[in-house]
């Protein structure tokens, strides 16, 4: 091989180095944390950063297969509550909109409030478990952690029958650590997250509400909100139409894992709404 051929090679080589770098660093970082968290998911390699798991994380997303006929499916998640104002308001919002949604209560909430409990489940959304207490998990042991899950669990089936109190996890604030997932696997819970982050934990407007998830969407969809704003509820016709008149389906979590794959869910398409 001449001269010309091995630099020829050589500056391949540093391009694709540089290439998969540069995806490793800046476009894999949304990847660090999934959408779901299967129970027999390798918790490592799904959300670590060390570099071994964020090259197996690159590398699988590259095996996804064709991305276009990813299904137009959406779940819109609402954490926090029950609260006395807020979730009544939201609830005759969603089913004005013929929408079932999935809420991931907490349990020390639930106590103070179970007949809203009751009627999430009543009006046909789902329901999750997002501790008894609404902990920094990340902070806790994985006993502590455990039972804020079991108790949080035990709260909610007194007051509701959903499968989901059983089988669906948020951690609150989305903060965890490895083994707080392992935890929730070994109380057989799918530890869900979302694919868009609303943004209605803080202060924002109604339509920037809405045009931040018409930017972000993508297929499939697990959208995290709040039960607890009214700029959230406010945002929900304007929202729904949009994304039905894009083609989209409005389902629960459950709904939606049932017909997607974890890989699908992990590595959505974008898509313009």
Not at 104 to 109: A, S
């Amino acid at each position: 091989m001449n001269r010309l051929g091995r630099g020829a090679i050589i500056a391949l080589g540093a391009a694709v180095l540089c290439y998969l770098g540069y995806r490793l660093f800046v476009h894999s970082s949304a990847a660090v944390t999934p959408a779901v968290i299967t129970p027999k998911m390798d918790v490592h390699r799904a959300v670590s950063t060390d570099l071994d798991a964020r090259l197996a994380r690159l590398l699988h997303a590259g095996r996804g297969g064709d991305r276009s006929n990813r299904p137009r499916l959406i779940a819109l998640t609402f954490d926090d509550g029950p609260s006395a104002v807020t979730t009544p308001l939201l609830l005759d919002a969603l089913h004005d909109l013929h929408v079932p949604a999935t809420f991931f209560l907490i349990g020390r909430d639930a106590e103070q409030f179970p007949e809203l409990t009751r009627r999430i489940e009543r009006a046909g959304n789902e329901i999750g478990n997002h501790t008894y207490s609404h902990p920094d998990l990340d902070k806790l042991s994985d006993a502590a952690v455990r039972a804020e899950l079991v108790k949080g669990r035990s709260v909610l089936r007194r007051y509701a029958t959903d499968p989901g109190i059983d089988t669906l996890f948020r951690p609150p604030h989305g903060r965890y650590t490895e083994a707080t997932l392992v935890v929730a696997q070994r109380l057989g819970y799918r530890t869900i997250f979302w694919t868009d982050d609303g943004g209605d934990w803080r202060k924002v407007g109604t339509r920037a509400l809405a045009m931040h998830l018409e930017k972000h969407a993508t297929a499939p969809e697990i959208v995290l909100l709040h039960n607890g704003n009214l700029a959230t509820i406010q945002m929900l016709p304007e929202i729904v139409a949009r994304f039905r008149k894009s083609g989209y389906q409005f389902v629960t979590v459950s709904q939606l894992l049932a017909r997607v794959s974890p890989q699908e869910m992990n590595h959505p398409a974008r898509r313009a709404v």
